[in-house]
């Protein structure tokens, strides 16, 4: 690819790159990885990188297993494994949903909702809502994904990001401690949605009680 988060806003692909390179860490974009040994990786450009430890993370894949459901006709499916459904979320049977990241939706300008934890919530509310409709077989306008910005999270590091909605008339641009604030907000909400008030006091409290013991480094 020709920049990190190719997905994100091009400044916050920039931010995220600019923390790496104060981490010391080199970022090398439009390389494609053809060799793997245990001296390094090799590039299709001819570039070899030497390593002794070689870590490989390709991103987002649905379970292999989406692919069998649905017996002698299977459930449809794109290449990532992910199931295709309409604008209802429904899959090629119509009587079964799904939505996140086991879901491909397309949208009405052709682009396809990104594999996000936001994009997963606004699915799962819209289906809280209109499920009764569909399944009482009554006509619901179809799913539409809103970009709500992007946060991105360097561990301890730092954070960029960029917010978007009718405050800022477009979007906002954070990073340092208030995106790392923003993150931790948007983390708790989605912990909220799925385990309500008392749980995710529960966990908020463990954390807190974990960051206070815990040491910089393992023991043993």
């Known amino acids: 690819a020709p920049r990190l988060l190719a997905q994100l806003p091009e400044r916050l692909s920039e931010a995220a790159l600019s923390e790496l390179r104060k981490l010391a860490i080199d970022v090398h974009v439009n390389e494609k990885v053809v060799e793997v040994s245990e001296n390094g990786l090799k590039m299709a450009s001819g570039k070899v990188i030497s390593s002794s430890l070689s870590v490989w993370a390709a991103g987002v894949k649905a379970a292999d297993f989406l692919k069998t459901l649905g017996g002698e006709t299977p ?3 794109n290449r990532l494994n992910q199931l295709v459904v309409n604008g209802n979320l429904q899959t090629s049977d119509v009587s079964i949903y ?98 309500g008030i008392k749980k995710t006091a529960l966990i908020t409290l463990s954390e807190m009680i974990d960051r206070t013991h815990r040491p910089r480094i393992k023991l043993h």
Do not use: N
Request: aromatic letters at 10%; charged letters at 15%; proline letters at 5%.
């Open 75 to 77: 459930l449809a499916t």
């Open 98 to 195: 799904a939505f996140g990241d086991c879901a491909a939706c397309q949208q009405p300008d052709g682009t396809w909702v990104p594999p996000r934890a936001q994009a997963a919530y606004q699915q799962a509310m819209y289906l809280t809502r209109a499920l009764p409709d569909l399944i009482a077989g009554k006509k619901v306008d179809p799913f539409v994904y809103t970009d709500q910005g992007s946060l991105v999270s360097l561990a301890e590091y730092s954070s960029v990001g960029s917010l978007m909605g009718s405050l800022t008339k477009g979007s906002f641009f954070i990073e340092g401690q208030i995106a790392k604030l923003m993150y931790w907000a948007l983390h708790k909400q989605h912990q909220l949605a799925l385990g």
